[in-house]
């Protein structure tokens, strides 16, 4: 049986189309154009622009959303204004007058 190109590989330099082992292993190659940048923490202002964007950004949310739950809000608003002037008929002079009788 042969051995795989990984075990007679062993140290030393790694050529091209040899395996590296996983992403960011130690002895890997170096990656290439990746930038990274830094910024002090007394340089920074974590609230900048917090108004403005929390004006702009819960206008647009609240317009993406609101055929969502402005529908049955509105039917959930009906139904309860139906039911409050359905109990205060039936608890009126009138509504006992009419269902006397039943139960």
Avoid: C, D
């Amino acid at each position: 049986m042969r051995p795989s190109q990984i075990l007679r590989a062993g140290g030393g330099e790694k050529k091209p189309g040899q395996y590296l082992g996983p992403w960011g292993a130690l002895g890997s190659m170096p990656q290439k154009g990746i930038v990274h940048y830094g910024l002090a923490q007394n340089r920074q202002n974590p609230l900048a622009g917090i108004t403005r964007a929390a004006v702009f950004n819960t206008f647009r949310r609240t317009r993406n959303q609101i055929l969502y739950w402005s529908i049955p809000l509105l039917v959930g608003y009906e139904i309860m204004q139906w039911a409050i002037e359905r109990n205060e008929y039936l608890n009126s002079k009138a509504g006992r007058a009419e269902f006397e009788g039943q139960e």
